[in-house]
């Protein structure tokens, strides 16, 4: 392990939540006479922050509307978001990590109230001496998020590495001067992250190989 610090995304990365994402937003598009999307043409085309992608999709979303739809989305999200699992051998790996004294933190698009809630009622809390979310449910860009979280590291960035499942993810990780290991465990196809150069794992048990 060449890190000296760990930083997860939560959502498709830690936990198994993209089946319920695309469940939520057909029902949504269902609602507005749209078509709605299989699970892998929402892979292929998921994007933050993800107006753009509703936009795409034909939804309208002026300010009134996307508000609107994002009330709809999170209400339909959080009413089954425990019905998701973790990813399978996300929580060895994170305890593997734990075990070799290496800090872990959460850095995450969703609001930072359901985050919290999550990140506790999985039992992964225990194991991130930090979590950082947004302070709205729109799902917006963390890249300002993103700097902030690392600053407060006081590392050098390119010792801290961050494990997500979106090109976003790598942005964060590029902009910021971090490493960055993307998961096609969730929200992105791999082949969408392999357009970004960063080594993509397909599931834990590379990832842990990797790592270790």
Known sequence: ????????????????????????????????????????????????????????????????????????????FNAKRFDCKLNDGALNVIQKISAHKIPQSILSAYEINFLNEAVEFFGIKKYMSKISGLSDINANTKLELGK??????????????????????????????ANCVLMATGHQSRQRLAKTGAKVCIDFAELDGFLF
Do not use: C, Q
Not at 14 to 37: A, T, Y
Not at 148 to 175: C, M, Q, R, W, Y
């Open 148 to 177: 902030k979280h690392i600053e407060s590291l006081n590392l050098p960035p390119e010792e801290i590495l961050v494990i997500g499942d979106t090109d976003h993810d790598f942005e964060v990780a590029h902009k910021t001067g």
């Open 1 to 76: 392990m060449n890190y000296k610090h760990i930083i997860w995304d939560w959502n498709g990365t830690i936990v198994d939540d993209s089946w319920l994402s695309v469940e939520v937003l057909n029902g949504i598009l269902k609602s507005f006479n749209l078509p709605e999307v299989g699970k892998e043409d929402y892979r292929e085309n998921f994007s933050f922050p993800v107006i753009n992608y509703y936009r795409k999709l034909g939804l309208n979303v002026s300010k009134e509307k996307f508000d609107e739809i994002g009330k709809i989305f999170i209400k339909n």
